[in-house]
């Protein structure tokens, strides 16, 4: 196994801390960011392994991967891998491992991240606990680690649209030489792809991709600036929102950042420097936030880039966590300081202990003579959730939901007696019908220690959620009636139990009810996706309503082709496209055809390829009428020629209902 970035660190701490000072202001200064909220901005996101593999898993990689230093071998005392054992009382499969018996006498047993089932359970965690993002790492692809890799993003993608949880890829470029072209076809090749997703991330309507490790001064990561700037930009033309996962000291451009960097680290969207292995204790937290976090988020603000600074629990076997009072410090700071947006390192790390996902709580779910620590590492109890729920509470006081306090809110157990923890959140909420009175939802159970009882539907407006119907506890399915015809609504839903204890919401999903919808346009500012574009026509323009911007695919290059998301399966009835305004483009002809697809994956064919003539005269306008009972939440068209320049090319996609 190579060394991960976290560990390669960890030398580096005395050089990144140089005396604690005093403590400054106290108030709260307000969110300070260059872009407003969305999927990464204003929110809470954890960094995902999603590496972990058992013997008989079916994983392509065929081994104990990431559990044991020899992955051919069974982990256990004299063979492993990680520094912390997990509590696995959640997941529906494990493995057995060679370790002696836990304290308690249960087997010692371990999950894998390839079984769908333990990925489902992380994701239904992040949304109970209040975690809006994951960042799923991927290190090189291109060896044999590689299909494992690209199975764990189609398993990642899947549970987060499940839960309602955002995701996006993160790349390591640690130890790879080639990353300059790799990482271009990957993205083309293999990882674009899932942007299509209604999960996945996205910031300013850009899909967001991370790049981490440029500028490190080290061995593992030896690029000079100028391919690291080509890659970076790279990913800006092809329309993604750039987060860079930088060094600690990316801003003074010294210690364990390269000089030289200052125009790569300006270059992204947003930058997150690294933490781990640079604090350790309280008094840490507060001289970085004087020497790195006040400053850092200026020179952020005064460049334009969002900032995302790492929050990490600390280190198990080095017993820094001192039962959270550690992580709440930087919380605190983050808070006092103005950042919104915060990277949680990490949510799944066992090797190295700095983990948040639930974890042994005592000695009890430990394996005899392994050596291992628990939560109760410093003689304080802590539940094997407690900093989920510490992260949880954390990003709370962040969004301003709860007031801004030095004092940890969160207990380290759950205190009381009775039932005191809330249902799972419904899943995959989604519409499965439109009327001009109804919309129909269904859902995923949701699950709960005692049992659920029912769940609620609620409706949204203007950010306040009001309860319109109720369900029975087996029920996943309900219509919602009493509706306005022609009128959009969003809707989410929570399960309740016998306490009286409800959920966090679903995810959200909005429909619009029929009537007047053929006059309706459905794809106005909705998300897109694109096959390609060039320089900054990126698939976005399409759904601005600006009739001057457009968008252009890679020239020379059919087939081509430009995709929108109706955020739910709809009747379709036409597409209308356009292309700049007669004062600005001659006429000419593009072969067009219309797909749909439910899921942003399986398309089918709602229209075959047809010559449309976008002339000045009729105002270089064209329509693509769709048969009776077409129905698609994705629509797609391909473009295969066009008589006035070799790419495909618009400037205005409206889709209207049947």
């Known amino acids: ?70 992955w051919g071998q069974a982990p256990s005392a004299t063979n492993k891998a990680i520094v912390a054992w997990p509590d696995v009382r959640d997941y529906p499969a494990t493995y057995r491992t060679a370790f002696n018996a836990l304290g308690n006498g249960q087997p010692a ?36 680690e ?49 942007t299509s997703s209604s999960a996945y991330a996205r910031q300013n309507g850009k899909p967001v991709v991370c790049v981490w490790g440029f500028g490190f001064n080290d061995n593992q990561r030896p690029f000079a600036p100028e ?51 640079r604090i350790g204790s309280v008094a840490d937290a507060d001289n970085f936030y004087h020497v790195a976090t006040v400053p850092d988020l200026a020179e952020c603000t005064a460049h334009g880039i969002d900032y995302q600074p790492c929050v990490l629990p600390g280190g198990v076997t080095e017993r820094q966590r001192a039962h959270g009072d550690f992580m709440w410090r930087q919380f605190y700071n983050m808070g006092r300081a103005g950042v919104p947006s915060v990277y949680i390192s990490m949510f ?108 609620r539907i609620r409706r949204i407006t203007g950010g306040t959620a009001t309860p319109v119907a109720t369900a029975g506890a087996n029920a996943t399915t309900l219509t919602v009636t009493g509706l306005t015809a022609s009128t959009s609504y969003t809707f989410d839903a929570q399960a309740l139990d016998a306490a009286g204890l409800a959920s966090e919401p679903s995810g959200r999903v909005t429909a619009t009810t029929t009537g007047d919808s053929p006059n309706t346009d459905l794809a106005r500012h909705r998300p ?24 252009e695919s890679a ?35 593009q072969t067009v055809a219309v797909q749909g697809s439910t899921d942003g994956v399986s398309f089918s064919s709602l229209r075959g390829a047809t010559a449309l003539t976008f002339d000045p005269s009729r105002g270089n306008t064209a329509t ?9 939440r994705h629509v797609r068209l391909v473009f295969t020629a066009n008589t006035g320049w070799p790419a495909g090319q618009v400037a205005d996609l409206r889709v209207y209902g049947a």
């Open 1 to 70: 196994m190579a060394v991960t970035r976290r560990a390669m660190l960890q030398a580096a701490t005395a050089a990144g801390v140089a005396g604690t000072v005093g403590l400054g202001r106290t108030a709260f200064a307000g969110s300070a960011a260059a872009s407003p909220a969305g999927d990464v901005v204003g929110k809470v996101t954890v960094g995902y392994q999603g590496w972990f593999a058992c013997a008989g898993d079916g994983a392509p990689i065929n081994g104990w991967w990431h559990w044991s230093h020899n």
């Open 109 to 144: 047993s371990l999950f894998s991240s390839y079984d769908q089932s333990t990925v489902d359970v992380h994701f239904r965690w992040m949304k109970q606990y209040g975690i809006d993002t994951a960042a799923l790492q991927r290190f090189n692809p291109t060896g044999g």
């Open 146 to 194: 590689g299909p494992t890799r690209d199975a764990m993003a189609v398993k990642v993608r899947d549970a987060a649209e499940a839960q309602g949880v955002k995701f996006y890829v993160m790349y390591d470029v640690s130890d790879w030489t080639t990353m300059q072209t790799d990482i271009k076809a990957d993205w083309t090749g293999k990882m674009r792809a899932h």
């Open 227 to 277: 391919p690291c700037l080509d890659v970076v930009n790279w990913f800006k033309a092809q329309g993604c929102y750039v987060i860079g996962g930088v060094p600690t000291w990316w801003r003074t451009g010294d210690r364990d950042s390269r000089p030289g960097f200052a125009g790569v680290y300006h270059a992204f969207d947003m930058l997150s420097p690294w933490m781990v292995g």
């Open 348 to 455: 799944d790390e066992y090797n190295e202990g700095n983990q948040i996902a639930k974890t042994a709580e005592s000695q009890a779910w430990v394996p005899t003579g392994s050596g291992l620590l628990a939560l109760d590492e410093d003689g304080t109890t802590c539940s094997s959730d407690y900093y989920l729920r510490l992260t949880g509470d954390g990003g709370r006081m962040l969004k301003g939901q709860i007031p801004l306090t030095a004092v940890r809110p969160t207990p380290t157990t759950v205190v009381g007696g009775g039932d005191t923890l809330p249902p799972t959140a419904p899943g995959n909420l989604r519409v499965t019908a439109v009327t001009g009175t109804t919309v129909a939802l269904a859902w995923t159970a949701a699950d709960d220690n005692v049992g659920v009882t029912g769940y």
């Open 528 to 551: 897109t996706a694109e096959s390609s574009h060039t320089q900054a026509y990126g698939s976005a323009h399409a759904v601005d309503g600006d009739p001057h911007t457009y968008w």
């Open 555 to 589: 020239n020379h290059a059919f087939p081509q082709w430009l995709q929108v998301d109706l955020g739910t399966t709809t009747g379709v009835g036409r597409v209308v496209l356009a292309v700049p305004p007669s004062t600005a483009w001659a006429a000419r002809t």
């Open 624 to 632: 693509l009428s769709l048969p009776a009972g077409a129905t698609a």
